[in-house]
């Protein structure tokens, strides 16, 4: 778990009572502070009115559904964002990844599993809190590692903590390739199919919130068949 002495405050939006009783449960006896909200008003709710440093919201809901309630929160925070589905489909993920969330995880799920996910996304998202690098810097972008803020010509971008970790990784290698099948694994320090294009949809995102174009990127290059690169000014 992360490195905290006041326990970790952990937000599950899930419409099945059942469901959210045993991740309260499991996830209180492992150290996190749990709350609870059965649709995705009352975890907006919640999320305005408490300190939350994480969210796991179920994708199929009454109400506004969890792509809704995704992007409703990604216009006000970076809180990392777990998502689950009943569904399995790689446009359902691909959605939820436009959207904004951070990882992904298909139903029926081991506890275990949202576990280890719940703790690689706090691992990363406190990365470089008190490292000897405090900043990164190339051309017109900067990245403060200690408050995981991005900055381009001075104006702050609101990047998701996954995007976050995928663009430091790149911006530390500057001037050099970084293979697809490895960025992700260095970002979030798990094992990400090379094939996967949810790691495309988090580029082209990182890419659009850089005001790079797509057509002719001049600062997050892809070089076809290989991997991707932030190009040196």
Avoid: W
């Amino acid at each position: 778990m992360a490195e905290s002495r006041d326990p970790v405050s952990v937000l599950v939006v899930d419409d099945d009572l059942r469901l959210r009783e045993l991740l309260d449960e499991y996830l209180t006896r492992q150290g996190f502070q749990v709350q609870t909200a059965a649709d995705g008003e009352a975890g907006l709710e919640v999320l305005a009115k408490s300190r939350t440093e994480l969210v796991i919201l179920d994708l199929m809901m009454p109400g506004i559904d969890g792509l809704e309630t995704c992007r409703r929160i990604r216009a006000l925070s970076a809180v990392p964002i777990i998502m689950l589905t009943a569904k399995g489909e790689d446009t359902d993920r691909i959605v939820g990844l436009e959207m904004g969330a951070d990882d992904y995880l298909p139903k029926p799920f081991n506890p275990r599993e949202l576990l280890a996910r719940i703790r690689a996304v706090l691992r990363r998202t406190r990365e470089g809190r008190g490292g000897e690098e405090d900043s990164l810097e190339v051309g017109e972008v900067r990245m403060d590692l200690g408050a995981r803020r991005v900055f381009r010509q001075g104006a702050e971008l609101a990047l998701t903590s996954t995007e976050f970790d995928l663009l430091r990784v790149l911006m530390q290698s500057a001037g050099r390739v970084v293979p697809r099948d490895g960025l992700m694994e260095r970002a979030r320090g798990t094992d990400f199919a090379a094939f996967d294009r949810s790691i495309d949809v988090h580029v082209s995102h990182i890419r659009r919130k850089l005001g790079d174009d797509p057509r002719r990127p001049m600062i997050l290059k892809t070089i076809r068949g290989v991997g991707y690169m932030v190009a040196k000014p």
